[in-house]
């Protein structure tokens, strides 16, 4: 499945030093899923001993990610 990075995602990605292959692992190996608003989900896993959290939209056949905390 295809991911795409909202402006927003790609920002916060910048500032907290988090790459790309580290969000699409996340996606692919989280710790767990949990629901958000407005179909939103929120993939929680860890990296480096660090928690990361990708906040996303499963739209067709891709994912759009919102944002990485």
């Known amino acids: ?3 795409v990075y909202s402006d ?3 920002k ?3 500032q907290r030093g988090i790459e790309e292959w580290e ?3 996340i996606l692919k190996f989280p710790s767990y899923i949990k629901k ?3 179909n939103r989900k ?3 896993g860890e990296l480096k001993n660090r928690a990361i959290k990708v906040v ?3 739209i067709e056949n891709y994912k759009k990610i919102i944002s990485v905390v």
């Open 56 to 58: 996303f939209i499963e």
């Open 36 to 38: 958000s608003f407005s």
């Open 1 to 3: 499945m295809e991911v």
């Open 23 to 25: 969000v699409e692992h």
């Open 12 to 14: 916060r990605m910048k």
């Open 42 to 44: 929120v993939a929680v």
């Open 8 to 10: 927003h995602a790609k």
